[in-house]
């Protein structure tokens, strides 16, 4: 597409409509059957102000945000309805369709005098998190997209004059991955119309800016390229500094009208028009091909943004300046690849860090005990137990986050605690779960620990909070460990899972959880494919009695395979052993198990000692197959651990005295 005369686009038609004192408790999209003459009005303002481009009103027109509402019955007539509030606006402007859906065909004279505006019909994000962080697979997404898309094809063929649209903008985008599968869907029914892909990120974004104009703008199936809303036109004037050198398709700016201001329960943009019209014109200048506005923006601004493109346009004599940049404190796109380069260089410094790691780099078999944190702030007989096995020659320990959802000390707190205490002698892996943090508390705990010298992590879901001593507590789950994998492997090249350059990198070892006894096998092997493509280095299985269960679940993985610390439970009693066996999710003990701990009878030393032999047993059998083992102190007694591991550890002085 060559594009020779600047598209002007509308701005924010949810502003416009919020302003007419529709309130945002329910989806705008619902005007277009509720309030039709609302939506046309806002339509005819922005044509009045000189866009020929406009946004119709179905930006959330999806099943996932509709079935918040229980209105996803009504997607197919909300985006027939929307269809035809453009059309009629159209009309009543006195304005015509173009006559192909070629939006390069704009001459330089139409933006003057043409009676043309193009209909652009809106696609905006599902609402939920997509893979690699989300549980919404990518064909589902791709599916979501062919539905909507599919409505909106149905409504055109059956009412042509009625409800013709001329191109898609896909709007508002901040991970490439749900544009992708929006693209993928829309294009598996519609091969005619352009789409403009359009991503709402902040400057700083430079790995998901570079990403989108090599990955997005290399498709060509996506015929322009866009960057709306993020925190107004100063910013997105440096992100179109940064990706005007990287691809060759036409770029669009829509920025919102900066910051809002909430006052007396209603939000409020202060970007004046004419602010806004001096960064259309720096946006034309460095090589924008359409500008328009997004939040915030209404028919004033569409008119200032005219007037400055008219403007530029009669100055240069119908040529674009299109390499007349300003002074941007920023990377250009040259620089934003080499400091990508150097980002994703990162990641090769993870090892150095882990102590786990390092340990299996050598060959060594990895030995970590499981210790449960304190329930207070008393630590003196934790550290007790840590100086036992420091001592007794293992110097890593497993700390649960909040197991079977009980509060304790935090798991990265008491990491920390353990390397300063005991000198970095003894390593804390802590557990870390998706349970109790927000993405944005995810990232700055992550951050915080490994300022404060954790490297080694473990990543699990987290047991729901019903399960816990605080029933009422909140389980947030933004991500699942899948998503917290990707998110620390992420931190490991420097950036943010947004794009964000951070100017340093973390150096986790990352663990995730291995579940060779999981009912639905078939599940558990395509989660554990995510988990490996994901990101994580290593994994740890919940406790295994059944050795051959391991052996199947080896062979499954070969062609996927991680470094397995396999985990192992002294049982204690048959009580123990029978809890562990009903209440412990993914645990599987065979029957001759139950019986060995049953012939101890109510003899607790007996019923220890078979439940020490049971582990040394699996740990036997399975040391050739893992990388090493990761025993719990059941009931917190450190002491039982050791006897399981005789044979498989040193203690220190030995190694002293050699």
């Given at each position: 597409i060559s594009?020779?005369?600047?598209?002007?686009f509308d701005?924010g038609?949810?502003?416009?409509?919020y302003?007419?004192?529709?309130?945002?408790?329910?989806?705008?999209?619902?005007l277009?059957?509720?309030s039709?003459?609302?939506?046309?009005?806002?339509?005819?303002s922005y044509?009045?102000a000189?866009?020929n481009?406009l946004t119709?009103?179905?930006?959330?027109?999806n099943q996932?945000q509709?079935?918040?509402?229980d209105?996803?019955e009504n997607l197919?007539?909300l985006?027939a309805?929307?269809?035809q509030?453009?059309?009629?606006a159209?009309?009543?402007a006195g304005k015509t369709r173009p006559k192909s859906?070629?939006i390069?065909?704009v001459s330089p004279n139409?933006?003057?005098?043409s009676d043309c505006?193009?209909?652009?019909?809106?696609?905006?994000p599902?609402?939920?998190?997509?893979?690699?962080?989300?549980?919404v697979g990518l064909?589902?997404a791709?599916t979501?997209?062919?539905k909507?898309?599919s409505f909106a094809?149905?409504?055109?063929?059956?009412?042509?004059?009625?409800n013709?649209?001329?191109l898609y903008?896909?709007e508002?985008?901040?991970?490439?991955?749900?544009?992708?599968?929006a693209i993928d869907g829309?294009?598996?029914v519609d091969?005619e119309r352009p789409?403009?892909?359009?991503?709402?990120?902040?400057?700083?974004q430079?790995?998901?800016l570079?990403?989108f104009?090599?990955r997005?703008?290399?498709?060509?199936?996506?015929?322009?390229?866009g960057?709306?809303?993020s925190?107004?036109?100063?910013?997105?004037?440096s992100?179109l500094v940064k990706?005007?050198?990287?691809?060759?398709?036409?770029?669009i700016?829509q920025p919102n009208?900066g910051?809002?201001?909430?006052v007396?329960?209603r939000y409020?943009y202060?970007?004046s028009?004419?602010?806004l019209?001096k960064?259309a014109?720096?946006?034309?200048?460095?090589g924008?091909?359409?500008?328009?506005?997004?939040?915030?923006?209404g028919?004033e601004?569409i008119r200032?943004i005219r007037?400055?493109?008219k403007m530029l346009a009669?100055?240069a004599?119908g040529e674009?300046?299109?390499?007349?940049?300003?002074?941007?404190?920023?990377?250009?796109?040259?620089e934003?690849r080499?400091?990508?380069s150097?980002?994703h260089?990162?990641?090769l410094?993870?090892?150095?860090?882990s102590?786990?790691?390092?340990?299996i780099a050598?060959?060594?078999k990895?030995?970590t005990?499981?210790m449960?944190?304190?329930r207070?702030?008393?630590?003196e007989?934790?550290?007790a137990?840590?100086?036992?096995?420091?001592?007794?020659?293992?110097d890593?320990v497993n700390i649960?986050d909040?197991a079977?959802a009980?509060?304790?000390i935090?798991s990265?707190?008491m990491a920390s605690f353990?390397?300063?205490?005991?000198?970095?002698?003894t390593?804390?892996?802590?557990h870390?779960?998706?349970?109790?943090?927000?993405l944005i508390?995810?990232?700055?705990?992550?951050?915080?620990?490994?300022?404060n010298?954790v490297?080694?992590?473990?990543i699990?879901?987290?047991d729901?909070?019903?399960?816990g001593?605080?029933r009422?507590?909140t389980a947030v789950?933004?991500?699942d460990?899948?998503?917290?994998t990707?998110?620390a492997?992420?931190l490991n090249?420097?950036?943010s899972?947004?794009?964000?350059v951070?100017g340093?990198a973390?150096?986790f070892?990352?663990?995730?959880a291995?579940?060779?006894?999981?009912?639905n096998?078939?599940?558990e092997?395509?989660?554990?494919?995510?988990k490996?493509?994901?990101g994580?280095h290593?994994?740890?299985?919940?406790?295994?009695?059944?050795?051959?269960?391991?052996k199947?679940?080896?062979?499954r993985i070969?062609?996927?395979h991680l470094?397995?610390?396999?985990?192992i439970?002294p049982?204690?009693?048959?009580?123990?052993a029978?809890?562990m066996?009903?209440e412990?999710?993914?645990?599987?003990?065979?029957?001759?198990?139950?019986s060995?701990m049953e012939?101890a009878g109510?003899?607790?030393a007996?019923a220890?000692?078979?439940?020490v032999?049971?582990?040394?047993?699996?740990?036997?059998e399975?040391?050739?197959?893992c990388?090493?083992?990761?025993?719990?102190?059941p009931l917190?007694r450190?002491s039982i651990a050791?006897?399981?591991l005789t044979?498989?550890i040193?203690?220190k002085?030995?190694?002293?005295?050699h």
């Amino acid at each position: 597409i060559s594009i020779t005369s600047p598209l002007v686009f509308d701005g924010g038609v949810g502003t416009e409509l919020y302003d007419r004192g529709f309130y945002i408790n329910r989806p705008f999209e619902e005007l277009n059957l509720l309030s039709p003459r609302d939506v046309i009005a806002v339509h005819e303002s922005y044509i009045a102000a000189g866009a020929n481009v406009l946004t119709l009103n179905t930006f959330s027109a999806n099943q996932p945000q509709f079935k918040k509402f229980d209105i996803e019955e009504n997607l197919g007539p909300l985006i027939a309805a929307a269809l035809q509030c453009g059309n009629t606006a159209r009309t009543n402007a006195g304005k015509t369709r173009p006559k192909s859906f070629d939006i390069g065909a704009v001459s330089p004279n139409e933006n003057e005098t043409s009676d043309c505006v193009r209909l652009a019909f809106s696609v905006g994000p599902i609402g939920e998190l997509v893979e690699p962080l989300g549980s919404v697979g990518l064909d589902e997404a791709r599916t979501i997209y062919k539905k909507t898309a599919s409505f909106a094809l149905e409504a055109a063929s059956a009412s042509p004059e009625e409800n013709a649209f001329e191109l898609y903008i896909l709007e508002t985008f901040t991970n490439l991955s749900e544009l992708e599968a929006a693209i993928d869907g829309i294009r598996s029914v519609d091969q005619e119309r352009p789409i403009l892909a359009s991503i709402s990120v902040k400057s700083s974004q430079i790995e998901i800016l570079a990403n989108f104009a090599e990955r997005i703008g290399g498709r060509c199936d996506v015929e322009l390229l866009g960057l709306n809303c993020s925190e107004g036109p100063s910013d997105l004037l440096s992100s179109l500094v940064k990706i005007r050198g990287i691809t060759e398709k036409p770029i669009i700016i829509q920025p919102n009208a900066g910051t809002p201001r909430h006052v007396n329960g209603r939000y409020f943009y202060m970007t004046s028009p004419d602010y806004l019209a001096k960064y259309a014109k720096r946006f034309v200048e460095n090589g924008a091909q359409g500008v328009g506005g997004c939040c915030g923006t209404g028919p004033e601004h569409i008119r200032a943004i005219r007037g400055a493109i008219k403007m530029l346009a009669a100055q240069a004599a119908g040529e674009l300046k299109r390499a007349t940049p300003i002074e941007v404190l920023s990377p250009g796109g040259s620089e934003a690849r080499a400091i990508l380069s150097s980002v994703h260089d990162a990641e090769l410094v993870v090892e150095l860090k882990s102590v786990l790691l390092s340990k299996i780099a050598r060959g060594e078999k990895a030995i970590t005990v499981e210790m449960i944190p304190p329930r207070g702030t008393s630590s003196e007989k934790f550290l007790a137990g840590v100086k036992l096995l420091q001592d007794s020659g293992v110097d890593c320990v497993n700390i649960p986050d909040g197991a079977r959802a009980m509060t304790r000390i935090g798991s990265l707190h008491m990491a920390s605690f353990i390397t300063r205490e005991t000198g970095g002698k003894t390593t804390g892996i802590p557990h870390f779960t998706t349970r109790d943090r927000n993405l944005i508390a995810l990232q700055s705990d992550l951050l915080g620990a490994s300022l404060n010298g954790v490297h080694d992590l473990l990543i699990v879901t987290g047991d729901p909070p019903k399960l816990g001593n605080n029933r009422e507590a909140t389980a947030v789950y933004d991500i699942d460990s899948i998503g917290l994998t990707y998110l620390a492997s992420c931190l490991n090249r420097g950036v943010s899972p947004n794009g964000d350059v951070l100017g340093s990198a973390t150096h986790f070892g990352i663990g995730v959880a291995s579940n060779p006894t999981a009912i639905n096998i078939d599940l558990e092997w395509k989660r554990w494919n995510y988990k490996v493509e994901s990101g994580a280095h290593y994994a740890v299985t919940q406790p295994i009695f059944d050795p051959d269960k391991m052996k199947r679940w080896l062979d499954r993985i070969s062609k996927n395979h991680l470094p397995h610390l396999v985990g192992i439970w002294p049982l204690v009693s048959l009580r123990n052993a029978e809890f562990m066996a009903n209440e412990v999710p993914g645990v599987h003990i065979p029957g001759w198990v139950l019986s060995e701990m049953e012939k101890a009878g109510d003899n607790r030393a007996e019923a220890e000692k078979r439940g020490v032999e049971i582990a040394m047993r699996v740990m036997e059998e399975l040391a050739p197959l893992c990388e090493g083992f990761c025993v719990s102190a059941p009931l917190g007694r450190v002491s039982i651990a050791l006897d399981a591991l005789t044979g498989m550890i040193t203690p220190k002085a030995s190694l002293d005295a050699h």
